[in-house]
């Protein structure tokens, strides 16, 4: 189980499916350019944007996820980034973060 996070994380992923944008990773460590603690990492998906959460957690962790939960896999998996990059002090990548997720979740 997640440990609780001190942050929320508000993604409107339809509002940003919409437009044609996905949020793929978060940063975790500072950068000069924002002065935000976390950085979500936003990328243009131009096809399948509908499948774009669904395909991307089934090719990290080979499950299949359906509806509306599938943002709320997402979104504890970008909180246990977090968490796991607060604990080795360092911004780990958003695989490991989601193979390590499915691994304690179960």
Known sequence: MIDSIDTDININF?????????VIDIRC????????????VIAFIEY???????????????????????YDIWIKILKHKIKLSRKLDRDISIKVAALDFIESEE
Not at 14 to 22: E, I, R, V, Y
Not at 31 to 40: A, G, Q, R, S
Not at 50 to 60: A, D, G, S
Request: net charge neutral; hydrophobic share 30%.
């Open 29 to 40: 460590k500072d950068y000069e350019i924002v002065n935000k603690t976390f950085k979500y």
């Open 48 to 70: 399948d944007r509908e499948e774009f959460y669904k395909n991307m957690i089934k090719e990290y962790l080979g499950k299949e996820f359906n509806g509306k939960d599938i």
């Open 14 to 22: 339809d509002g940003l499916l919409k437009l044609g944008f996905a």
